[in-house]
């Protein structure tokens, strides 16, 4: 059976190829303007065919291995939710949006998949942008589909809603589903990070581990242009207070043997979260390794598309692709 094969722009830190990679597809290529992006996803799959350019002067004529690829992916920068299109801050998103469409038509992948915030589906001030896919992408002979996932909802312990486009080809179209859950109760963040809280002999590790018993509010920030290593808004900060974490800052290092957790004691008696911890809060495996400083890491990783959820989506195109009939070349 031969291997379907996937294209990834704006790949970032990797969610959505490694998800891609886990439902059985193999890359053609990775594409990202961002070297310590490129620097991870080399880090972590030297094998992977990675190239550090911009979507935007991307040219498919001097790329040939782009075409004849079942699935192709694009993670662009965020949308801003409470935004318009026509402010400053969304050009970066839009234009990216609209090179993804562009690419479309020369590489004519079976499959096209764009992952964004909610508001990329749902927002009417976003209105314009699925106008723009839906001019681009129909008269080629796609469908498209858009929805919204939750990732806590496939074994991720974020409460984190993902914006989804999925465009097939008409042949394939009728037999693809979007995901359904794959866990029936959310994984909390206490059992996502109770290994690595007891990873430097911290004895009460399993005791906090079993009062953070929820999952996480959503991981923000990490803008080019705004935001750092934080805990979000306030009402993000508490909930992650309640599960007894420090949200001043992000640690350096999980807690050694001599930390004492005591709420009672105010922020010092809070426990520190690490970057790394907050890649597993958003699903990505604990070898996945992130190089850069703290800010940069935390940054690529609040970005990315949460794997696990990444993968229940190749999985469904997988299926939809594998039960449909090659088109012939030409």
């Not at 059992?191 to 809280?197: G, K, N, Q, T």
């Not at 105010?266 to 520190?272: E, I, T």
């Amino acid at each position: 059976m031969r291997e379907l094969t996937f294209v990834d722009v704006c790949s970032g830190a990797g969610g959505l190829a490694l998800g891609m990679e886990q439902a059985g597809l193999s890359p053609r290529l990775l594409l990202d303007n961002d070297p310590v992006a490129c620097e991870i996803l080399r880090l972590n799959r030297p094998d992977w065919p990675i190239d550090m350019a911009d979507l935007r002067d991307f040219d498919p004529a001097e790329n040939s291995e782009v075409y004849d690829v079942d699935v192709l992916l694009a993670g662009v920068p965020r949308f801003r939710s409470a935004a318009t299109v026509q402010r400053s801050s969304d050009d970066e998103a839009v234009e990216m949006f609209r090179a993804a469409m562009y690419l479309a038509p020369a590489v004519r992948p079976r499959a096209l998949v764009i992952e964004n915030v909610p508001a990329m589906v749902e927002s009417e001030e976003l209105a314009s942008v699925r106008e723009l896919a839906h001019a681009e992408l129909e008269h080629l002979g796609y469908r498209l589909y858009w929805d919204v996932l939750n990732a806590m909802d496939f074994a991720v312990p974020q409460d984190r809603r993902v914006g989804l486009l999925v465009a097939l080809r008409e042949e394939s179209a009728d037999r693809f589903r979007m995901p359904e859950a794959t866990v029936r109760e959310p994984l909390t963040v206490g059992e996502a990070l109770l290994e690595s809280m007891a990873s430097r002999g911290w004895p009460g590790a399993r005791r906090w581990a079993a009062h953070a018993d929820t999952v996480a509010p959503t991981l923000v920030g990490g803008s080019t242009n705004r935001g750092g290593a934080d805990f979000g808004p306030r009402g993000s900060q508490r909930r992650w207070q309640r599960m007894g974490v420090y949200t001043k800052s992000y640690g350096d290092v999980p807690p050694g043997p001599d930390f004492v957790w005591d709420p009672d004691l105010g922020p010092a008696g809070l426990v520190p979260v690490t970057v790394e911890q907050a890649a597993l809060v958003q699903g990505f495996p604990a070898e996945w390794r992130f190089t850069g400083g703290k800010t940069k890491r935390y940054g690529l990783i609040a970005q990315a598309c949460p794997p696990p959820l990444a993968g229940a989506l190749g999985r469904a195109i997988e299926s939809a692709l594998r039960r449909t009939p090659r088109p012939s070349a030409g």
